[in-house]
């Protein structure tokens, strides 16, 4: 049991700071939509990998990118419907998926994981693969931080300046369609979107530099998760719920805060 927290608390600080880094593009890109319908479109991916015997995380990966790589073109192309089609992809991606686990025998016990997530069902070589993911990210934040900063503040400046703004927003949408599916392992693919969307929200509402926004969101994250592990230990709860219900208490204590200095001022 002490091995099993011990491992749980290795994934959970992988699940921390992958969320807490990317957290604040998510809520500057405003792309909260995009990372549900990303999410719910790699349930696709997983009936597809479950019902031919691959690996379902690869599965779900395919096809969060192929979601992303859609949606992010036809955004290029135009922002009329937009909403639409992100709804559309968030409900054909399940219902894809449900169709196909439907021919799966002994599907049910997965999904509940899938769906809502389970720390334990999180392997070793997933628990590898994010790390080389995280680690990749910081890197990727740390070479190149000025040219996502201006992407992200200033698109129309950035294309200005002859910046491949398309490109940079396809490596981005990219980073959040592998970034969703693995932290859906953990958090589930129903309640990703708040652990890609509250910590950078709670970031912004005491920061205005990027830089900020990130080191603040990685260090709630870390504390909700860390906070959630232990009590889900304790007490015998579900680990995604858990985390979840604990960010969205930050948020409204950050809120709380916002309001006092306004009153106090």
């Known amino acids: 049991m002490i091995i099993e927290f011990l491992d749980s608390i290795w994934v959970g600080l992988i699940v921390a700071v992958l969320g807490g880094m990317v957290s604040p593009l998510v809520v500057i890109r405003r792309f909260s939509n995009l990372t549900g319908s990303i999410s719910h479109a790699s349930f696709a991916g997983i009936g597809v990998a479950m019902m ?5 995380l690869m599965g779900a990966i395919f096809a969060s990118l192929i979601s992303a790589w ?4 036809v955004q290029s192309k ?24 439907h021919f799966k025998n002994g599907y049910t016990t997965d ?15 997933d628990t590898i693969l994010m790390a080389i993911w995280t680690s990749v990210i910081a890197l990727g934040l740390l070479f190149f931080y000025q040219l996502i900063q201006l992407v992200s503040l200033d698109p129309d400046y950035a294309a200005i300046r002859r910046i491949p703004v398309k490109w940079v927003n396809i490596v981005l949408v990219s980073i959040l369609a592998v970034t969703t599916v693995l932290l859906s392992k953990v958090v589930g693919i129903l309640l990703v979107m708040a652990v890609l969307t509250i910590p950078g929200a709670i970031a912004r509402l005491f920061a205005t530099r990027l830089v900020t926004m990130i080191a603040l969101s990685t260090m709630v994250s870390l504390i909700s998760v860390g906070a959630g592990l232990l009590l889900t230990y304790f007490i015998n709860l579900p680990t995604g719920p858990v985390i979840i219900l604990l960010l969205v208490a930050s948020y409204l ?3 709380g805060i916002q309001y006092w ?3 106090l001022i």
């Open 52 to 56: 031919w015997q691959f690996n379902p």
């Open 70 to 73: 859609v949606m992010q073109w």
């Open 78 to 101: 135009t922002k009329d419907h937009m909403d639409t089609l992100l709804a559309m992809i968030w409900v054909v991606g399940m219902a894809i998926g449900l169709l196909l686990l």
């Open 111 to 125: 999904l509940f994981g899938f769906l809502f997530g389970n720390i334990v069902m999180v392997t070793q070589s």
């Open 253 to 255: 204590l950050g809120m």
């Open 261 to 263: 200095r306004q009153v």
